[in-house]
Every structure is written in structure tokens, then in C-alpha cells.
């Protein structure tokens, strides 16, 4: 099984750019899709972006199509969430799940999380 590292949090004011990654390691990364996820305190986990193993079939959430932007490099074993015009709203801690499963990762249910990084925007 894949194991999933996150980084690239912060805390950035609004406005600002952020850049995810989510390292995988363990299992071939190949072999899974992967997803970004959100939540703030006393709020279910939100669903962001998911890409597919070969990263050519991408899905976005409404609220942040055109302005969050999901990608991976098979050859660093890593995803990306490439974060645009960031507003206070976007704080939360982020998060990427992994799944073989297209279906349970457009779902929100991958059987693979990473514990997450903070991101904070700041007004």
C-alpha cells in the first residue's frame, strides 16, 4: 500500500499562491488516483481535485474550479495542488488520498490518506 506525505502549507495573505505536494511512497505510485481534500474544525472533509493514475483525466469541485489546479509527476512519485488567489475562506487543513478505485475516489472515499497540512490565509 502507498503511503502519502503532504507539504507545502503555510500561512500567506489573501491573494497569494500556494503549491501542495503529495509525495507518495511504499506501493507504485502508479498504480493509484489520487484526490485533495480540505476541512476546518467542526466541518466534514471536502472534496477539491482528483487525478488519475496517468494524470491525463482530471474533476474539479465547483467552488474552486479555475482557481485550484491539480497535477502529478509519476516520475517523483508526487501530486500537486497548485492553489490560486487565495482567500481567508481556503484556511483549512489539507489533505491527499489515494485510491486504485477511480469511482471511490471521485466519491471522496479513498482508503489512503496523508495526515494533512495546514494551510492559513490571512485577510
Known amino acids: 500500500q502507498v503511503q502519502l506525505v503532504e507539504s507545502g502549507g503555510g500561512t500567506v495573505q489573501t491573494g497569494a499562491s500556494l503549491r501542495l505536494s503529495c509525495a507518495g511512497s511504499?506501493?507504485?505510485?502508479?498504480?493509484?488516483?489520487v484526490a485533495w481534500f480540505r476541512q476546518t474544525p467542526g466541518k466534514e472533509r471536502e472534496f477539491l481535485a482528483a487525478?488519475?493514475?496517468?494524470?491525463?483525466?482530471?474533476y474539479y469541485e465547483t467552488s474552486v474550479k479555475g482557481r485550484f489546479f491539480i497535477s502529478r509527476s509519476n516520475a517523483k512519485n508526487t501530486a500537486y495542488l497548485q492553489m490560486n488567489s487565495l482567500i481567508p475562506e481556503d484556511t483549512a487543513v489539507y489533505f491527499c488520498?489515494?485510491?486504485?478505485?477511480?469511482?471511490?475516489?471521485?466519491?471522496?472515499?479513498?482508503?489512503?490518506w496523508g495526515r494533512g497540512t495546514q494551510v492559513t490565509v490571512s485577510s
Open positions: 488520498g489515494a485510491d486504485d478505485n477511480w469511482g471511490r475516489i471521485l466519491a471522496g472515499q479513498p482508503r489512503t
Open positions: 511504499g506501493q507504485s505510485f502508479t498504480d493509484y488516483n
Open positions: 487525478i488519475n493514475w496517468a494524470g491525463d483525466s482530471d
